[in-house]
C-alpha cells in the first residue's frame, strides 16, 4: 500500500513538474512574440510617422509608404484570404499573378489611405495575444479629427515577422478587401487572370 502511495505522490509530481514547465514556456513564448509584434509595429509607426509628417510632394510620399507597407506586410497571406475559394481551382501562375497584382493593388491604395493621415501621429496602446497571431492595438492622433484606433494582427507564419491584417477604426481590412475582390471576381465571371489585371489598372 505505501508503495502505491508512493509512486502515486511521485507520478504526481512529475505531472506537476511537466504541467508547470509547459506553462512557463508557453508564458515565455508569447511574450516573446508579443514583443516581437511591438517592435513591428514601432518599427512601421516611426517611418510612417516620418513620412507622412515631412513636406514631400504626394507622389514621393505614396512611393514611400508603398515601400514601408512592402516590407512589413504579408501581402501573399492577404492576397489569398481575399481571394476565397476560388483560390482552391487556380493554377500555381494564376495564383502568382494574383499575388503580384493584388501587392500592387493593395500598397497603392493604402498607401494613399495612410497619407491621408497628414499632421497625424501613431502610438501603441497595448497588444495581446490572438489565435493567429498578435493584436497589436495602437491610436492615430491627428489635428482636425477625432483620434482612430488603429489595429494591426501580426505574424510569422510566413517566416517573418509581419502584418496580415489591419482593423481601422473598426473596419476589417481583409473583411472589406474580401468582399470587393469577390465582387470584382464575379462580374469577371470568375475569370482570375482578368480580374488579376484589373487590379494592376486601379489607382
Same mark, same amino acid.
Given at each position: 500500500?505505501?508503495?502505491?502511495? &508512493? =509512486? ?12 508547470? !514547465? ?7 513564448? @508569447? *511574450?516573446?512574440?508579443? $514583443?516581437? *509584434? ?14 507622412? !509628417?515631412?513636406? #514631400?510632394?504626394?507622389? %514621393? =510620399? ?12 504579408? =501581402? ?9 475559394? *476560388?483560390? #482552391? =481551382? ?12 493584388? @501587392? ?6 493604402? *498607401? ?15 497588444? #495581446?495575444?490572438?489565435? !493567429?497571431?498578435?493584436? %497589436? ?19 510569422? &507564419? ?20 474580401? %468582399?470587393?475582390?469577390? %465582387?470584382?471576381?464575379?462580374? &469577371? ?6 480580374? $488579376?489585371? !484589373?487590379? &494592376?489598372?486601379?489607382?
Amino acid at each position: 500500500m505505501k508503495l502505491v502511495k &508512493r =509512486t502515486f505522490k511521485n507520478f504526481f509530481i512529475l505531472i506537476s513538474i511537466i504541467f508547470f !514547465s509547459t506553462f512557463c514556456m508557453l508564458t515565455v513564448s @508569447q *511574450a516573446l512574440e508579443k $514583443s516581437e *509584434a511591438e517592435e513591428l509595429i514601432k518599427k512601421i509607426s516611426l517611418e510612417v510617422n516620418n513620412i507622412i !509628417s515631412s513636406a #514631400r510632394d504626394e507622389s %514621393v =510620399t505614396i512611393d514611400e509608404l508603398e515601400f514601408v507597407f512592402k516590407k512589413y506586410a504579408d =501581402t501573399n497571406i492577404m492576397a489569398l484570404t481575399t481571394l476565397g475559394p *476560388a483560390r #482552391r =481551382t487556380a493554377s500555381s501562375s494564376q495564383l502568382e499573378f494574383f499575388k503580384d497584382s493584388f @501587392q500592387i493593388y493593395f500598397l497603392n491604395k493604402y *498607401a494613399r489611405r495612410f497619407r491621408e493621415l497628414k499632421d497625424g501621429e501613431i502610438s501603441i496602446l497595448s497588444s #495581446r495575444p490572438i489565435r !493567429s497571431g498578435v493584436e %497589436v492595438k495602437t491610436r492615430v492622433h491627428l489635428i482636425d479629427w477625432a483620434p482612430l484606433e488603429v489595429l494591426w494582427l501580426v505574424s510569422d &507564419r510566413s517566416g517573418e515577422v509581419k502584418i496580415f491584417n489591419i482593423i481601422i477604426d473598426g473596419i476589417n481590412l481583409l473583411s472589406s478587401e474580401r %468582399v470587393e475582390i469577390g %465582387v470584382m471576381l464575379e462580374n &469577371r465571371n470568375g475569370d482570375i487572370d482578368l480580374l $488579376s489585371s !484589373s487590379l &494592376r489598372g486601379i489607382n
